[in-house]
């Protein structure tokens, strides 16, 4: 069974442009997650998408979006790059994250962003 | 606010046994999971503990007591390829929350 992949492995932008990273959810999966990880440093929660929805957001600003499509996959956009938005950026999928239960969320490779 | 505190870094030697201890405040509480990540890599599932009390997994072993709010990774007979950074998570109500990660660094 193939795992979360995620593309492109390696992005190279500069400030100001925009990024569009691509994750592709293990089968079976319903909720794709969205990870910052700045180098040495711990996992930032972005985004939590369900059902095609946005169930939850972390404490990042609005230039920070996305989606999910309809096969589950999901699309992670960062619209005015900064040079601080240098970093690892994890994708994560999950069955449905159900009050009271947790689901193991299996991670991709993860994109590597670098702003310039 | 809802937070989990892990240390930042342990150090131990081969073959040795290390705890890497986990405390949480969080509107919410259904389980602690564990997570290893080496570096370069994307993190991978190691544990998860809903109830209180101990739970092995070969070298691995978790534990948790929800009356303190605490729990902890248990590694034994270390190995060098054990070298990671290890994460705890509390799912709380609908999100999952993130330690900072513990870096174990093992030394021959």
């Known amino acids: 069974e193939a795992g979360v992949t995620q593309s492109p492995t390696h992005l190279i932008k500069t400030r100001g442009q925009q990024a569009t990273l691509r994750c592709s959810p293990i089968s079976g999966h319903t909720s794709v997650y969205w990870y910052q990880q700045a180098l040495g440093l711990g996992l930032q929660f972005l985004l939590w998408y369900d059902e095609g929805e946005e169930r939850n957001r972390g404490n990042f600003p609005p230039r920070f979006s996305g989606r999910q499509f309809p096969n589950y996959s999901s699309e992670l956009n960062v619209n005015a790059l900064e040079l601080e938005d240098s970093a690892l950026y994890l994708c994560?999928?999950?069955?449905?994250?159900?009050?009271?239960?947790?689901?193991?969320?299996?991670f991709g490779p993860g994109t590597r962003l670098l702003v310039l | 606010g809802q937070s989990l505190e892990q240390p930042s870094e342990v150090t131990a030697v081969e073959g040795a046994i290390v705890q890497i201890n986990c405390t949480y405040q969080t509107s919410g509480f259904y389980g602690l999971s564990w997570y290893q990540q080496h570096d370069g890599g994307a993190p991978t599932f190691l544990s998860y503990?809903?109830l209180d009390g101990l739970e092995e997994t070969g070298r691995f072993s978790s534990f948790l007591s929800r009356s303190d709010s605490y729990g902890y990774l248990l590694l034994q007979e270390l190995q060098m390829k054990d070298s990671a950074s290890y994460f705890c998570a509390v799912k709380s109500n609908y999100q999952l929350i993130w330690g900072a990660g513990t870096k174990l660094i093992i030394k021959p």
């Open positions: 994560a999928s999950s069955l449905a994250l159900g009050r009271g239960r947790q689901e193991t969320q299996y």
């Open positions: 503990n809903a």
